[in-house]
Each structure stands twice: as structure tokens, then as C-alpha cells.
């Protein structure tokens, strides 16, 4: 059954899926080691479709075990019918499940409950199923100790009514088809909200309507979470709006019984409306605003780790000399060298900015210390002054204006947050958080996955509505993102910080720390099968994490490659027949040629295993990630007012949302380049054109000088939708063709249409 359901979830094949569980739960192998290792046993499948099947299976498991939960309850409440079971067992989602099991679940005793409990039950079935009326069933009528009269009788039966309609296994269905297909979702300025610091940021929702089928797109992500955060914030009064008058009609249409006639008909009907207004909206709604909620999240957190991808795999700089500046203005720049390996060579403080304004002694200390150490790059966070300083630098320091030495701004997003952690006080103890701060950013330009990896992963800067989303499912995801990434890349074990390590499949924190500890008693690791003299290091973790795991100048060449220990006999075999050694196969491109075109170990072996090992073997460099290249920005262009409409600039994309991507051109102000204007054709996701970390070149298409934005073009024609500049444009001025007006209430409903997006008016609420 499980591999049945994840088969229709995944559009993965059965034998695909039942390898995988295999592996994952009778192996306990890691999904890093699955994808790359494992290849032949799964089809191919990549972490991405690993993932889906794990969380396939335990979705499945989940709501197998509520279900059990269910049937058991039920039965030990003396209610399980073979009908009741029968339905229970039927159910395929947990909102399914629970829509059944409600009416049973409520400790506090409801109107109904108290009703079937004197004994009204078959009164409401009769009002339910009978050809007779309401009179007719008056004058049948016989009284009782519990109930004396028949308005009691009647009340009562219409409460059972009443939840039977709330409970009942096709209303809610119905209605929630009505609300997706028909529903309006409306956010309004809640009374007195303008009492509330930064309320104006929810500007665009004050007046707002769209259908609730929009939103269901992952596209729509961004509104429907910057309404929910205006809702939690108590600015906007958010609702789902439908035509109650249908919706009723709906519902009362799942109570008539055809082809029989109801003489209770307009006592039904009216229980139903009761229903309705009383509970079933609500209820609905509810429901819509969880899945809403889900689809914006999952949407978001998919774009946060593609965006998280890109700046771990983002090209290295290397083994570098380099100089890190932490920007300041009273306090002065923190000034750090670092040698090719990360260690702190040197710190001070130059004061180049206002108050003091040390420009000539500061260009002086810092020319000094770039000759000491031959440093070879400056990098320097991007955050406040970060443009200033780069400018000082590069007006100031000759050989930066000889182009001998390259600086760069390098985004210095979470460096705070790692510099006051436990870690950066361990390996700098002596060191105020500044220090560390401008260690951490020449790091990151030198390495950025060997030093994002100390960061969490939220603090970086590349995510949306993070702060409103299930903390523990962004983490999840985000924490899978950077292990693919570390095993992707692998690292060397003599060099790796424990940070880095503990992400290595199979490894973890703790053993990260011990392997950290076995290297600095015992100098360098020869060779991969030293590991198993660390404590707990144990063969199945050997299994899962050595191929990470590179060793450079060891006892065996191989420990160099991706290539995995298991492989390392049949290597050696074909080496001894074919009369070459090890090395000679690592470095001959001639024996290189003559291993590829071996058919019987390219069989034993498989396709895709064979071929990983021929790439490892012919590959010059192991690490994966393309090298640094520097992004020459504009020049002549500083500030905002420099920027002119029409023009042509060099930026770096630093963020992709769900509508566009915003983009870096060495100012202080990113441009948006919306999802319409990313590219020449249609495309349906910004992912499928750009990434972060990604140069591009771009047209300023307009200029919004009151409020520091930049709408920005890819496309190669002049077919944009403004080229324009404002210096005191309207504040609504952005709407204009975003949005169509409804009725009199001129709420602005969005149209998604690309032709018709303002380039700001995605634009005007986003929080990153």
C-alpha cells in the first residue's frame, strides 16, 4: 500500500521506491550517500526525489497511525458501526480523517449530544427521512420524563440536525470546492491599526481583494504571506468571501433525499442555514486559510533553498591571501588579513569616514599591510557604509586603482549573528565580535561554503516571510540544503573546521568534534582508514561518509577523488592486470583512455557508477565549483542619483522571489527585475533563468527616487513597461495596472497577466 501511494504522490516507479525505503530504512543509509553512490540500486534518482519518497513514506505512516488511533477510539466509545468503519478506513488524507472523527472528539457536551442523550435521535432521523410534516409529527407526539413538551422535542432535534449536517461526510467537501472555485480573499485596514508602528508597509492590502484560486498558485506566495503577517501584526482583517446565498444552497442540496419526499423540508432547510452561518463557514475557512498557508510556505522555502544553493556553491576564490573590512562610522573599519588557509594574520581599526576622517593615514596603514602580506584581494561587507568604504578604497589605494589588487563588496548577511556565536568566541576568544565579524566575511569571500556553513542558514539573508513560517520544517529543509551542498562539494579532512564536517554524511556534530580532536593530536590523516581509530567512528559510518572525504598527499591517490574505498580493489585489480600503477591511472590520460573503454568493468560495475569513477579519475580539480570571477561595476555610478533610465549596467543577482529577482549593481539600493521583464520569452519561474550569485546585465526601466526603488529589465528589446523616472511620484502610482477595481467597495484585485505588472508593484511590501 505505502509504495502504492507514494507511486501515485511522486511519479516514481514501485521498484524505484521499494530500493529506496530499502536503503534508507533496513541500510540506514544517508541521502547524500544514496544519490551518489548508490545509483545503479535507485535508478539514478537525485536527493531532491530521495527526499520526496522519505517524506511520502512518513506522510503515509502518519496518517496510517491516526487512523488506527481513530478506529480505536471509536471503539472503545461503543460508536464503531461497519458503516462508521467502513468510511474511516476509506478516508485518504488526514483532513479527511479528522472531519470524520470530529463529532466524536469534543470533551464538552454539545446541544446534540445532550439531545441523543433524552433520547431524540430517532425524532431527528424521522424529521430527516419522513414524507410526513411537522404538524403531523406534533400530533405523534407522546412526552416524556426528559423531554415534557414537543418545542423541547423539536429544539433538540434540530441541534442533532444541525450536526449531522456540520459533520456530514459530503457537505464540507462541497463547500470546499465552492471556495476554492468561487471564493474572493479580502484583507481590509482594521480600525485604529494606525496606531501601529510601520502599519503603512501593508499599504497595498488596505483595499484588497483576489480569488482565492489565485492564491493557490505557488506564484502568489509573497501576498498571501505579507497578509498574513499584516493579519498577525492586527493591521489587516483578512476573510474568505463567498456568496453565502449559494453556498447555502450547496449544502442543502447534500440533505435532500431524491426521488423521496421530505414533508420536513423547510425544517431541514433551515437547520442547514443554521449550520452554515453557525460553524461551516468558519470551519471552511479555516481550512482554506491552512492550505493557503501550506502552499505560500512550501513555496517559499523552496525558493529560500534554491537561493541558499546558489551562494554555498557559489564560485570560490581559493587558497588567497585576503583583506576583510567591516565597515563602520564612529567606530571605525575592522580591519583583518587572513593567509591562504583562513588563519587570522593581523587586526586594527582605520577611521577613513566621518567624525574622524583619517582618509590619508588610513589609505597609508592599509597599503602598508597589503605589501607585509601580499594580500591579493580586499573584500568588504556590504552592509552599512559598505559602498563608501569600497569607494575610499578604490579612490585611494594604488595598486587597487592599478587594478593589481581587486576589491569587492562581499554581503556581510549574518556575519553578526556567527561572530557572537559560541563557535567565533572559541576560535577567537581574545577578539572583539568586530574582528571576528570581518574574519567571518573574508572567510565567506575566500570560501563561502567553508564559512556559511557556521552561519545559520535563516541569518543569511535569502529568504521570505522566513520569520512566519513552521521554524521547524524551514530547518529541515534548509539544513538538507546544506548538506547536499557540503557532500556535493566534499571537503579535505585535514583542513575542514568541524562545522563543515558535521554535515558530511553519516557524521554529525559530535563525531565532527572528534575527528577535529584526532587531528590535532595526531597531526594529518594519512589515509581514509585511519577514521576508524577515532572513537565511534564505526565501519557503517565509514561507509556512508568516506567518499566525502578527500585527502591530498596521502598514501593513496585515490583518497583524493570522490571515488568511494568499496571501489578502490576493483581499481587496483584492473591496474594489476593491465601492469600500470594506481598513480599512473590518476595521472596518465593515455591509461586514463584505455580504463574507459574497458566493456567488462564498465558491466560489473554499471553505467553510472563506472562513469563517476572516470570523472574522478580524469578530473584536474575535485572541487565541483566553478572559480571566482570579480563583477566590475559601473564606475561613475554611487548612489541612486547616479543611475540613468535607458542605461545598461553589470549587477550580481543577491535574492530571487516568487515574482522576480532583485539585483545588485554596487549601490546601496538592489533593482527588481521582475518575472515579465527576466527574459525575451515567457517563463513561468525565475529559477529557470537566473540565480543568486548570477552576473547579469540590466536596463534601469525606472526610477522611484521617494521611496530608493529601481525597476530594472533583462530583455534584450526596449518592449518594458515603463521607462520612466519619478522624483515625487504617487504612492499609488505603482498599482496602475497591477489590479482591477471591484464594485464600490474599490478593492484592488491582482492579475497575474505579465503584460500587465508594474515593475514596483510586487515590489511595494516585501520584507526580506
Known amino acids: 500500500m505505502v509504495v502504492d501511494f507514494v507511486a501515485v504522490k511522486s511519479q516514481i516507479s514501485k521498484n524505484q521506491i521499494q530500493q529506496v525505503l530499502k536503503l534508507l530504512f533496513e541500510e540506514q543509509c544517508t541521502v547524500p550517500f544514496i544519490a551518489r553512490y548508490r545509483k545503479e540500486v535507485t535508478g539514478n534518482l537525485d536527493e531532491t526525489q530521495i527526499r520526496l519518497v ?48 470530529a463529532p466524536y472528539k469534543s470533551k464538552k457536551k454539545t446541544k446534540g449530544m445532550i439531545a441523543r442523550e433524552n433520547g431524540l435521535e430517532p425524532l431527528a432521523v424521522e424529521i430527516i427521512e419522513t414524507a410526513k410534516t411537522i404538524k ?34 459530503n457537505v464540507k467537501s462541497g463547500l470546499r470546492e465552492l471556495y476554492k472555485s468561487e471564493a474572493m480573499f479580502t484583507s481590509a485596514l482594521k480600525k485604529d491599526a494606525n496606531q501601529i508602528t510601520d502599519y503603512l508597509k501593508f499599504k497595498d492590502y488596505f483595499e484588497f481583494a483576489e480569488p482565492v484560486k489565485n492564491l493557490y498558485s505557488p506564484k502568489a506566495s509573497h501576498r498571501f504571506l505579507a497578509m498574513r503577517r499584516g493579519m498577525l501584526l492586527k493591521v489587516l482583517k483578512v476573510s474568505i468571501d463567498v456568496d453565502d446565498k449559494r453556498a447555502i444552497e450547496l449544502a442543502q442540496k447534500t440533505v435532500v433525499m431524491r426521488g423521496r419526499e421530505q414533508g420536513c423540508l423547510p425544517t431541514i432547510m433551515d437547520c442547514v442555514s443554521k449550520a452554515y452561518k453557525a460553524s461551516l463557514h468558519t470551519s471552511v ?33 581559493g587558497q588567497k591571501t585576503i583583506m576583510g573590512i567591516d565597515p563602520g562610522v564612529r567606530t571605525g573599519c575592522k580591519v583583518v588579513v587572513i593567509n591562504q588557509h583562513g588563519k587570522l594574520l593581523v587586526d586594527f581599526v582605520i577611521y577613513p569616514h566621518e567624525p574622524k576622517r583619517e582618509v590619508e593615514k588610513s589609505a597609508m596603514i592599509l597599503e602598508k599591510v597589503i605589501e607585509k602580506f601580499m594580500v591579493e584581494y580586499i573584500a568588504i561587507g556590504s552592509g552599512t557604509y559598505g559602498r563608501e568604504t569600497l569607494a575610499f578604497v578604490e579612490d585611494n589605494i594604488g595598486v587597487v586603482k592599478e587594478n593589481k589588487v581587486r576589491a569587492t563588496l562581499v554581503s556581510e548577511a549574518g556575519a553578526s549573528v556567527y561572530s557572537a556565536s559560541e563557535m567565533a568566541i572559541e576560535e577567537f576568544p581574545d577578539k572583539d565580535v568586530t574582528v571576528r565579524g570581518a574574519v ?45 551542498c557540503v557532500n556535493y562539494v566534499g571537503v579535505d579532512l585535514n583542513t575542514a573546521s568541524y562545522q563543515l564536517l558535521s554535515y558530511i554524511s553519516g557524521i554529525g556534530a559530535s563525531l565532527a568534534k572528534g575527528i577535529s ?34 585527502i591530498y598527499g596521502g598514501d593513496n591517490i585515490l583518497d583524493s577523488t570522490f571515488i568511494h574505498p568499496e571501489r578502490f580493489a576493483d581499481i ?37 557508477t563506472f562513469n563517476d569513477i572516470f570523472k574522478a579519475l580524469t578530473a584536474p580539480v575535485q572541487d565541483p565549483r566553478t572559480v571566482f570571477k570579480s563583477t566590475d561595476f559601473a564606475k561613475n555610478v554611487r548612489t541612486i542619483n547616479d543611475l540613468i533610465v535607458g542605461n545598461w549596467y553589470v549587477g550580481v543577482v543577491n535574492n530571487i522571489t516568487n515574482f522576480g529577482a532583485f539585483v ?33 546585465k540590466v536596463r534601469v526601466v525606472e526610477i522611484d527616487f521617494d521611496r530608493k526603488r529601481i525597476a530594472m529589465s533583462c530583455k534584450s528589446g526596449g518592449n518594458s513597461n515603463s521607462t520612466s523616472t519619478s522624483k515625487a511620484s504617487n504612492p499609488e502610482s505603482s498599482n496602475q495596472g497591477s489590479g482591477k477595481k471591484t464594485g464600490d467597495n474599490s478593492k484592488r484585485i491582482v492579475d497575474d497577466s505579465p503584460a500587465k505588472n508594474n515593475p514596483f508593484a510586487k515590489l511595494k511590501n516585501l520584507k526580506l
Not at 496518517?63 to 474511516?88: C, D, G, N, S
Request: net charge negative; hydrophobic share 40%; glycine share 4%.
Open 572 to 608: 587496483a585489480k584492473w591496474c594489476a592486470d593491465n601492469q600500470v600503477s594506481v598513480n599512473s591511472l590518476v595521472e596518465n590520460s593515455e591509461i586514463q583512455q584505455k580504463f574507459k573503454g574497458d566493456k567488462l568493468l564498465r558491466a560489473k560495475l554499471g553505467e553510472h
Open 136 to 169: 403531523q409529527l406534533e400530533q405523534a407526539f407522546v412526552p416524556t420524563e426528559k423531554v415534557a413538551t414537543w418545542e423541547e422535542a423539536l429544539e433538540g432535534a434540530k441541534h442533532i440536525i444541525i450536526e449531522k449536517v456540520v459533520h456530514g461526510e
Open 440 to 484: 567571518s566575511i573574508a572567510r565567506r569571500f575566500q570560501d563561502p561554503l567553508a564559512e556559511l556553513v557556521k552561519i545559520d542558514p535563516k541569518a543569511i539573508g535569502v529568504g521570505q516571510y522566513q520569520h512566519d513560517m513552521n521554524q521547524s520544517k524551514l530547518q529541515k529543509s534548509l539544513t538538507n540544503v546544506v548538506e547536499d
Open 664 to 696: 545588485d549593481i554596487g549601490i546601496k539600493e538592489s533593482g527588481l527585475v521582475h518575472i515579465s521583464q527576466l527574459a525575451d520569452k515567457f517563463i513561468e519561474n525565475p529559477l529557470d533563468v537566473v540565480s543568486v550569485g548570477q552576473e547579469v
Open 54 to 101: 522519505e517524506e511520502l513514506y512518513n506522510e503515509y505512516n502518519e496518517t496510517e497511525k491516526r487512523r488506527k488511533f481513530i478506529l480505536e477510539t471509536l471503539e472503545k466509545m461503543e460508536v464503531l458501526t461497519p458503516e462508521l468503519a467502513r468510511i474511516v478506513t476509506k478516508a485518504e488524507t488526514l483532513m479527511e480523517l479528522e472531519d470524520i472523527y
Open 517 to 550: 580532536e584526532y587531528r590535532n593530536k595526531h597531526g594529518k590523516f594519512k589515509n581514509r582508514q585511519e577514521l576508524l581509530n577515532v572513537g565511534r567512528f564505526s565501519e557503517k559510518i565509514f561507509q556512508q561518509s568516506a567518499g566525502f572525504l578527500r
Open 285 to 317: 475557512e479555516l481550512e482554506i486559510m491552512a492550505e493557503l498557508r501550506k502552499i505560500a510556505e512550501d513555496a517559499s522555502i523552496e525558493v529560500f533553498g534554491h537561493n541558499l544553493k546558489s551562494l554555498l556553491l557559489a564560485p570560490y576564490l
